[in-house]
């Protein structure tokens, strides 16, 4: 009856505190994080103070500060409600639980040296490689064993219990030192030979290695248990627990629980400390029977006087809780229905808003994959486009490293290539619409030029507030670099790298259509090379390929800029000469074309001769359609080929009209 009297009386005070928490003020008090310093004060300061900052950062209406405390200190600082969360290892959570109500909110999971996930630790037993006569259990009968505090599960109560399942009562048959916190302090008296063996948790021995406190190979492991990645002599527990004091407001306790659990694995305020996040809180009731099988504090007394002697000194009192506990009975359980509906309605959306946290975990997860892993380029600015992260991709596609990316902006990757007007239309579409989209010449590095197909996107707070600029892109240099090809392939001559008919045919139209707006003449001009056959067939195809080459350099450098010529057969050439008003005009070009082809052609230490046979028409007196003046200039090319070839003829309509319909 007075275990139910007290199952009431603690329900009905959570319900009044949850009440009473709804109505606290707006200030902004400080809540107080107790660590338990299983190294250094200062070192567990240095490790936790992120957690601190990041917590107060998520939940602006409380500033959060470490307390890095010895178990005494710890403990006296519980017993006077100087703390509003715990953070210790679960047997003294166990204890805190018992004597002060703590109450268990997520469990950490460490991080190894090696960088492996860790949610389990255990005890590890050490004594000096010289110790010869050390080297099983059984050998520490009767040695004196350094131990950080009877309430250490992974500095002594993990060893003392595998000790006592191999028949070893340590506690009788040794001699126990407790040093207190930090574990160092073990170490190092093993290491003077102050101790024969000593006790520790699992993970210190290998962070002195690495801080070059101590030498590995000074120290060996009793009964050794691998399968763990650290050093382990003794089973598995869960670790650490973080907790909330009683007296912390239910509302601030569900806050940082969420907090925690959102904290991203791996991040930058975890590394401090060694660990990668956090996760629901495991079952420690395993740690508590075996305290109480140990009969450790707080289950360390019983008590002394009969249920007779409680009645005898304390018999009115008893009688009055009785009456007052029937009568609070009688209330409770006329309304006991509503209250476990209540209860049982809590208990549901609590179990939903677990699965929601688990989930919005798993998708942090995912996304924090995509971001990683993704084969483009992802770069993510603040609202003044300050660079804040990058990914993998990013490092390898521009050459910079996250370390020399992140408080840069995006300008360091301008090439120079693209006008300020270009920058203006850009950044006006991302602060109209939102984002752009679209191809743009960066700058490695190493100074290296690359096209990239960019993405940029902005996202908003609830309010529109723009909180981050998000930049998305693929190198496409190569894409581009193939369009170009295919581009020049399907315009150019492949041998002489002129223009092709499909080239001169637009570039003639341009042409025309320049001398019909300046209401001037333009010149159509056909070459066919004379005695080329020839070339061919004494020499062979690859002469005469050379041959047309070193033609189409010297018809080159006689042409005007404003000129255009393709290749269009096989020794076939044409040319559009633009802005003349008469044969006058175009008389002398036409004769350095003939004269130059008239020089010898040197080819694998042979000389050639070869001439040219040309006929030009005029634009728009001989036809104002391309197609009409290539026709006209190919009639009058023939009849130079009829007059003894190597000379110029112009179109005549009355002449050769006929012939070319």
Not at 370 to 399: M, Q, W, Y
Not at 502 to 527: G, P, Y
Not at 542 to 551: A, F, I, S, T, Y
């Amino acid at each position: 009856m007075i275990k139910t009297l007290f199952t009431i009386f603690f329900i009905v005070n959570i319900l009044f505190v949850s009440c009473w928490g709804q109505s606290e003020s707006n200030g902004k008090p400080t809540a107080v994080i107790g660590v338990l310093a299983f190294r250094s004060k200062a070192d567990t300061l240095k490790e936790w103070q992120p957690l601190a900052a990041y917590l107060s950062t998520k939940i602006p209406t409380h500033r959060f500060s470490i307390r890095p405390l010895t178990y005494a200190e710890f403990n006296e600082a519980a017993a006077a409600d100087k703390l509003d969360f715990m953070f210790t290892n679960p047997e003294h959570y166990i204890y805190l639980s018992a004597k002060y109500g703590a109450s268990r909110m997520a469990t950490l999971i460490r991080a190894n040296i090696g960088g492996e996930e860790l949610t389990q630790f255990g005890g590890v037993i050490i004594a000096r490689s010289d110790r010869k006569e050390i080297q099983t259990l059984s050998d520490l009968r009767g040695k004196n064993i350094a131990a950080v505090d009877e309430l250490s599960l992974g500095g002594y109560l993990a060893q003392r219990v595998l000790l006592k399942e191999n028949g070893i009562d340590i506690v009788e048959e040794s001699s126990v030192q407790f040093t207190d916190m930090p574990h160092d302090k073990v170490v190092y008296i093993v290491e003077s030979g102050s101790a024969d063996a000593g006790f520790i948790r699992t993970g210190v021995l290998e962070k002195m290695v690495k801080e070059g406190k101590i030498d590995r190979h000074d120290f060996k492991i009793i009964h050794r248990i691998g399968n763990f990645p650290q050093a382990l002599s003794t089973p598995l527990y869960p670790e650490w627990p973080f907790a909330s004091s009683k007296k912390t407001d239910r509302y601030l306790a569900n806050k940082v629980a969420i907090a925690l659990l959102n904290l991203p694995y791996g991040s930058e305020v975890t590394k401090t400390a060694g660990y990668y996040g956090w996760n629901i809180p495991l079952s420690y009731e395993d740690i508590r029977m075996m305290m109480q099988e140990l009969r450790l504090k707080p289950y360390d007394t019983a008590p002394e006087f009969s249920l007779s002697d409680v009645i005898q000194r304390y018999g009115l009192i008893v009688i009055v809780l009785l009456s007052v506990g029937i009568a609070l009975l009688i209330f409770l359980f006329a309304n006991m229905r509503g209250l476990a509906n209540r209860l049982r309605f809590k208990s549901e959306s609590l179990e939903k808003q677990m699965a929601l946290i688990q989930e919005h975990e798993k998708s942090l997860r995912r996304a924090a994959g995509v971001f990683h892993n993704s084969r483009e380029g992802i770069v993510i600015t603040d609202p003044n486009k300050i660079i804040i992260e990058v990914n993998e991709a990013f490092c390898e596609l521009t050459g910079y490293t996250r370390e020399e990316s992140i408080g840069q902006k995006p300008l360091i990757l301008r090439s120079g290539t693209h006008d300020k007007e270009f920058y203006d239309q850009l950044d006006e579409a991302i602060n109209t619409t939102g984002t752009w989209r679209g191809e743009i010449w960066n700058k490695k590095r190493n100074g290296e030029l690359y096209a990239e197909f960019l993405r940029i996107d902005t996202v908003r707070g609830k309010n529109g507030e723009v909180e981050n600029y998000i930049g998305i892109f693929s190198d496409i240099t190569e894409h581009k670099q193939r369009q170009e090809q295919l581009h020049h392939m399907a315009n150019y001559d492949p041998l002489t790298n002129l223009p092709n008919r499909h080239l001169f045919m637009t570039l003639a139209e341009q042409i025309l259509s320049f001398s019909k707006r300046k209401k001037s003449k333009a010149v159509v001009s056909f070459l066919d090379l004379d005695g080329f056959k020839n070339v061919n067939d004494e020499y062979g195809h690859d002469v005469g390929d050379n041959v047309l080459r070193q033609v189409s350099h010297r018809l080159e450098k006689e042409l005007r800029q404003s000129d255009a010529i393709a290749r269009i057969g096989g020794d076939e050439f044409v040319i559009v000469f633009c802005d003349v008003n008469s044969i006058a005009d175009v008389q002398p070009l036409l004769e350095r074309i003939l004269n130059t082809l008239r020089e010898p052609f040197l080819v694998n230490g042979n000389l050639m001769n070869i001439g040219v046979s040309i006929g030009a028409a005029f634009y728009p007196d001989h036809g104002e359609e391309i197609e009409s003046l290539v026709r006209h200039a190919d009639a009058a090319m023939y009849r130079s080929k009829e007059n003894g070839r190597n000379r110029i003829t112009y179109f005549d309509q009355e002449k050769m009209g006929r012939d070319v319909l």
